[in-house]
Structures are given as C-alpha cells and as structure tokens.
C-alpha cells in the first residue's frame, strides 16, 4: 500500500524567512497530493493541492511542486508570518481509489 | 455552525468502559471517515464508509466498530477502552469530485 515519509518533523524559521516542507511516496498510482494545516485545538484544513499532471502550483505565498519521477513533493511558503504557526500534513491519493494517506506532519514554528 | 460536529469534544474514561463517538455533518456527503492521530503519527484511517450501507476497514480497525445511522451521521465506538487508544479523534467527509477531505474540529479520548 501507499506510504508517505515527511520531512522535516519540526521546522523553526524567522518571520519573513522561507519554509519547506518535503514529502516522499511510495505509490506509482497516486495523483492527487493534498496539503492540509492544522491549526491548534482545530482539525486538518487543505490549503494546496496538486494533481500529477501538473509539476507546480502556487497560491499567494504558498507552492507546492511535484516529481513524480522522483515520487517527491514539497510545500513552500514565502515571508512566513506568525499566524503560519502550525502542523503541515502532506497526503497522496489515487482519486480513483478511496484512502488518503497522510504523512507523520511537520511543526512549523514562526518566531516573531 | 461547523459543516462536520463531533462530540464529546473531550472524554476521559477508564480501561474497559464502552465509548461513543459521534459524528455529523451538513455537508451532503456520502463519503465519511474516522482518523486516529497520534503525535509523529500523523492520521491513521480507521474506518471509512461511502453510504448507509457501505462500512470498509482501515489501517488500524482492530478495537473500534463504526455506525453509520444516516447519510449525515457516523458514529465511533470503542467497546472495551484500553490506555493505548488516547488519541485525538477525527470524523471527516470527502468532496468526491475533488477528494478534499473535510475534518471536524477532534475528539480528543483519554483511557486510564
């Protein structure tokens, strides 16, 4: 079955600085890459997705970009603010299957 | 009003008692879910059910049971609590077209 690997656990940047967070899977039949936030006392939220036809996305100050010849996956924020504290889930899915399987997440700590 | 509503938000009960965990929502999805998440884990699929006559085992289903009373409503029980199954809780819908997975804000389950 599928098995998604995040990196890193915990992550640690200056306001204004970059984030990334990277993903592998194991999956060949996977397409839909989903990025879910969870904010403190609240459930996962999806903030980005991608689809294995595309290599790059971007929303604002979020990207996530996708080698599916390498089975990687990676979110980027830019000038991360405070409120951009949280744990980041990646995901894959084969949209014609029925499970997401999440990565273990990675706590991103914006310090002021 | 929240699209996904679990409740109890919070339980603490000892080994052995049977526990109920509900779950409902507005969304008018036929796709319905319970995650398990444990910290460095990320989420576990416990169950999942597609409609009010479909139930599918997860990841890790041994010690849980699931109800699905109506298109609107799954339900989680832990027959016989035991220590290792505190964890935080979450019911969630899936959007079929797209696969976004919409979450409930968590039910978070202590067993002494």
């Known amino acids: 079955g599928e098995n998604v690997e995040q990196h890193p656990s915990t992550l640690s940047v200056q306001e204004g600085d970059s984030a990334v967070i990277k993903c592998t899977y194991s999956?060949?039949?996977?397409?839909?890459f989903p990025w879910y936030k969870q904010e403190l006392g609240k459930g996962p939220q999806l903030i980005i997705d991608?689809?294995?036809?595309?290599g790059e996305k971007k929303d604002q100050r979020i990207a996530v970009t996708l080698n599916k010849t390498a089975k990687h996956f990676s979110l980027h924020i830019t000038e991360t603010q405070p409120e951009d504290s949280a744990v980041y889930f990646c995901?894959?899915?084969?949209?014609?299957?029925?499970?997401?399987?999440f990565g273990a997440g990675t706590r991103l700590f914006v310090k002021a | 009003d929240a699209d996904v509503t679990q409740t109890p938000r919070n339980r603490i009960t000892k080994t052995g008692k049977r526990i109920m965990l509900e779950c409902s929502q507005t969304?008018?999805?036929?796709?319905m879910y319970w995650y398990r998440q444990d910290p460095g884990l990320g989420l576990q699929l416990i169950y999942y059910?597609?409609?009010?006559?479909?139930?599918n085992k997860g990841e890790i289903s041994d010690g849980y049971s699931v109800s699905r009373q109506a298109q609107a409503k799954f339900s989680l029980s832990l027959e016989s609590a035991i220590p290792n199954q505190t964890a935080l809780y979450f019911c969630?819908?899936?959007?079929?077209?797209?696969?976004?997975?919409?979450f409930g804000e968590g039910s978070r389950l202590t067993v002494l």
């Open positions: 969630a819908t899936s959007d079929p077209g797209s696969g976004e997975l919409f």
């Open positions: 999956d060949s039949a996977s397409n839909y």
């Open positions: 991608i689809r294995s036809n595309v």
């Open positions: 995901a894959a899915k084969d949209t014609g299957g029925f499970k997401t399987i």
């Open positions: 969304k008018g999805h036929d796709r």
């Open positions: 059910s597609f409609d009010v006559k479909d139930i």
